[in-house]
């Protein structure tokens, strides 16, 4: 079975662009979390999807935005890029419930 | 307050030796507990899940306290192996919060 397959694995952006993350959760997952973390820092919760729907969203501003398309993979936008935007983003999916939850293994953006 | 605290150490421990972690949480609507553990520059991955009659896998113990809000883990006899960064995880109904982590070096 694939576990949850990220893309790209690595982005440069320039400062004042946009980027596009993208995260395919295993199979029959309904759930998706993106998370970043930057260098030295823990994980910082980003977005929250199920079913289709943004459940929660964390401490950032609106230009990280997000949805889940039907067959519940998922997207990330960065708009305005700044500096500090640079990090790991990662995405997780469960299937809801008290179960644990799969990531994937990262996009890592670079923003210069 | 943060939702979730760790001892972020680094915890620089022999090969063999028991060694613990300590976690605690703010939010009393929390609803299922890990331990995740993430090695540098990967992404994390799922240690244990960790229940309230406290459970066990292998080397690995996990407990949860939810009077006090509080989880260990227990690794015993130590590999090194075991060298990385255990997350501490709060599932709330609303947002999955990570721990910043405690750091384990394992040394021969």
């Known amino acids: 079975e694939a576990g949850v397959t990220q893309s790209p694995t690595h982005l440069i952006k320039t400062r004042g662009q946009q980027a596009t993350l993208r995260c395919s959760p295993i199979s029959g997952h309904t759930s998706v979390y993106w998370y970043q973390q930057a260098l030295g820092l823990g994980l910082q919760f980003l977005l929250w999807?199920?079913?289709?729907?943004?459940?929660n969203r964390g401490n950032f501003p609106p230009r990280f935005s997000g949805r889940q398309f039907p067959n519940y993979s998922s997207e990330l936008n960065v708009n305005a890029l700044e500096l500090e935007d640079s990090a790991l983003y990662l995405c997780a999916s469960s299937f809801q419930g008290d179960y644990g939850y799969t990531f994937g293994s990262g996009t890592r953006l670079t923003v210069v | 307050r943060k939702e979730v605290e760790q001892d972020p150490g680094p915890f620089n421990v022999p090969e063999g030796a028991t060694v613990a972690f300590n976690c605690t949480y703010s939010?009393?609507?929390?609803?299922?507990f890990f331990w995740y553990r993430q090695d540098c520059r990967k992404e994390p991955k799922l240690l244990m899940s960790?229940?309230?009659s406290g459970n066990e896998d292998g080397r690995f113990t996990a407990q949860l306290n939810r009077a006090s809000q509080y989880i260990s883990l227990l690794i015993r006899d130590s590999k090194l192996s075991d060298s990385a960064t255990y997350l501490c995880v709060v599932h709330t109904p609303y947002a999955l919060n990570f721990g910043k982590g405690t750091s384990l070096l394992v040394t021969p």
């Open positions: 960790v229940y309230s």
């Open positions: 939010n009393s609507a929390s609803q299922s």
């Open positions: 999807y199920d079913e289709g729907e943004e459940r």
